[in-house]
Each structure stands twice: as C-alpha cells, then as structure tokens.
C-alpha cells in the first residue's frame, strides 16, 4: 500500500492506523507524532508495546523512508459502548531537551556551539551533528532550571543557526543562510492542482520603523547599529540592548529587523495528497514558490517549507499542510520579493 505509515517498538511494527499525524520543522528542536489505532484488550503485544511511561524507543517510518527516530510520550486510551482505541505520541529524541534542564555545569566558556551542545546533551543519550557551527563563544551561561533546548536556541538563533532533528534521531546544527539557495520542488497556485487552501496572516505589531541596538545606558546609550525597515511608514521604534556576550553586536538590529518581518507573516497551505507533483514525499527543508492572489499574495515568491504536517482528515484523506517562510528571513537579511506588494 503507498504512503503507509508504520511504527516499530519493542520489535514489532504496527500499522493500520485510523489517524495519523506527523509534524517535523527545522526550527524546532524536536519532531513530533501522533497515531491512533483500535485496541483489543486481549491482544498482548499491544499492551506491552504502548505501556504508559514506558519511553519506550521507535521508528516512524513512511514507506521505506524513516521519518522519526525517538520515544513514547503519551498514551491517550478511550473506550465508548465498547469501541476501544488508542493514541501513541511521541518525539524524536532531542524531545528530551525541550522538557528537562541542564544537570551539570551552567557556565561554558571559550567553546564552540557544537562543543557546548554535546556537553550538554550526553547525559540524554543525544547525539549532536553540527552541519555548521559557531566560533568560540566566550561566554555561555544557562540558569538553573532552564530547559536544555531554550538554552541551545538561545544561542544558536542569533548566530542564524537551526536546531532540530536528524531522520535517525540526532539533534542537529544547521545554516539558515544555506536554504536561500535550495530550488523550488514545485509551483503551488491558489486553487490548482493539490492546493486545497491557503491562508496568510500579516501581523502589524511586530515590525518597526527602526531598529536600534545600544550597548550602554548611563547617560547616552552607545549606539552600536541601527536599520530601518522602508516598508514601516510610521514611528515604530524598536530599542534592543546588546551585552557583551552577544554574537556579533552589530548585526543585532538587522537580525531583529529580518526576525521581525518573519514574525508578522505565517503562510499556510493545505494539499491534497502526501506525495509532490514529481512523486517525492513532500518534506520540510524544501523549498516551493507559491502565488495567491485571494491571500492577498499577489507575486510569484519563493518560500521554505519550515514546518510540515502528513495527516489524515475525516473528509480530505491524507492531506499535507505546510507552513512557508520567506528564505532570506532566516538569515537575518530582508525579503528580495514582498509578495503582498
């Protein structure tokens, strides 16, 4: 059967799932499913494969292809008029991070971001592979009680580096600036073809005129870097105080600028179908262009595919939504097309 998704835990694999739903991002840290399925009491090697706390390790796998590497999270059991079911979530591996803090050193010093996020993943069993990397960061301090992961983040997105997860489970260190570049997989058009919606929403609050970045208060900040955003015609200022740990102070005001613009415009799009036009599984880390004119996306652009969902509704089947950021926006440098203009 095509597109068929199967589950392997405990040595068994499971299939025949009524609902489905997997989501993986590259600018989330952790992957993520959801299956459902009937539930027989009486057959053991259901019981002994979805045990509740159990984190029992497993593969999500769509066809041949292996899409999730991680562990049970939660077990959600319902029985109606004696209709039994089941619902297996869970993460990639690196889901570990998102929940728990640091136990261990809080400073680190001198290192490199790969360097500084083995440390700190070792003791959850996570392997780390650094596709791109920091230079020596001087000072790295995480607070006590901290999640691993909001700590990584909070080193790794100032520097337009991504973490997120690897097909076989490995937290990974990746480039923004390097989806710029990716070509298209497909032409999506309002109302043609797979298409079967599309929605944007243009949020205001989160862009400003300018941008300022000051490293002193006493008396006069020092100003260290300031850009302006030409599509802001009001006074909308935006004052950011940089410290001295910061990654490259003065692209501050130009990271919050493109962060900013990213911010205030989420794009969605809804298709039928888990499979591109060329046949291929559709993926995050794709790129696509998209025209919509009844979202008020006038121009041809394109977009990366930065978060994707494989489900399958009541109604439309197995449908895919993919969530589209602008390329450029990821590597802190304003759009080349403004497709509502």
């Known amino acids: 059967m095509p597109d068929e998704v199967r589950l392997r835990v405990g040595g068994r694999e499971f299939t025949g799932w009524t609902g489905v739903s997997?989501?993986?991002?590259?600018?989330?840290?952790?992957?993520?499913?959801?299956?459902?399925?009937?539930?027989?009491?009486?057959?053991?090697?259901?019981?002994?494969?979805?045990?509740?706390?159990?984190?029992?390790?497993?593969?999500?796998?769509?066809?041949?292809?292996?899409?999730?590497?991680?562990?049970?999270?939660?077990?959600?059991?319902?029985?109606?008029?004696?209709?039994?079911?089941?619902t297996v979530q869970g993460r990639s591996l690196p889901g570990a991070l998102v929940d728990c803090g640091i136990e261990g050193p809080l400073e680190f010093s001198g290192l490199a971001l790969s360097t500084i996020t083995r440390q700190v993943c070792r003791s959850f069993g996570v392997q780390v592979r650094a596709d791109n990397d920091t230079a020596p960061i001087e000072v790295a301090r995480a607070e006590y009680g901290q999640a691993a992961a909001e700590f990584l983040m909070s080193l790794a997105s100032p520097r337009n580096l991504f973490l997120n997860s690897s097909h076989d489970g490995k937290l990974v260190i990746s480039w923004a600036r390097a989806l710029a570049s990716l070509p298209p997989v497909a032409a999506l058009v309002e109302g043609q073809g797979q298409v079967l919606n599309v929605s944007a929403d243009f949020d205001g609050t989160t862009r400003f005129s300018k941008y300022k970045a000051a490293s002193q208060y006493a008396g006069a900040p020092d100003i260290i870097g300031q850009v302006a955003?030409?599509?802001?015609?009001?006074?909308?200022?935006?004052?950011?105080?940089?410290?001295?740990?910061?990654?490259?102070?003065?692209?501050?005001?130009?990271?919050?600028?493109?962060?900013?613009?990213?911010?205030?415009?989420?794009?969605?799009?809804?298709?039928?179908?888990?499979?591109?036009?060329?046949?291929?599984?559709?993926?995050?880390?794709?790129?696509?262009?998209?025209?919509?004119?009844?979202?008020?996306?006038?121009?041809?652009?394109?977009?990366?595919?930065?978060?994707?969902?494989?489900?399958?509704?009541?109604?439309?089947?197995?449908?895919?939504e993919l969530r589209l950021v602008l390329p450029e926006l990821y590597a802190g440098e304003l759009p080349k097309v403004t497709p509502w203009a």
């Not at 840290?29 to 090697?45: I, K, T």
């Not at 292996?66 to 562990?71: E, S």
Request: net charge negative; glycine share 8%; proline share 6%.
């Open 22 to 86: 997997i989501s993986m991002a590259i600018d989330q840290v952790a992957d993520a499913f959801s299956l459902s399925l009937p539930y027989d009491p009486a057959r053991p090697e259901l019981r002994a494969a979805f045990k509740p706390f159990g984190y029992q390790p497993v593969q999500v796998y769509l066809d041949e292809d292996l899409l999730i590497t991680g562990r049970v999270d939660k077990v959600e059991a319902k029985s109606d008029a004696g209709d039994r079911s089941l």
């Open 229 to 320: 955003d030409p599509a802001i015609a009001v006074y909308r200022p935006r004052l950011l105080a940089v410290s001295d740990t910061d990654a490259d102070p003065g692209r501050t005001a130009a990271r919050a600028r493109a962060a900013a613009i990213a911010g205030s415009l989420s794009v969605s799009v809804t298709l039928a179908g888990w499979r591109r036009p060329d046949g291929g599984h559709w993926e995050e880390r794709q790129a696509v262009t998209l025209l919509a004119p009844g979202i008020l996306l006038v121009i041809e652009a394109k977009y990366i595919i930065a978060g994707l969902t494989l489900r399958i509704d009541e109604n439309e089947g197995k449908v895919a």
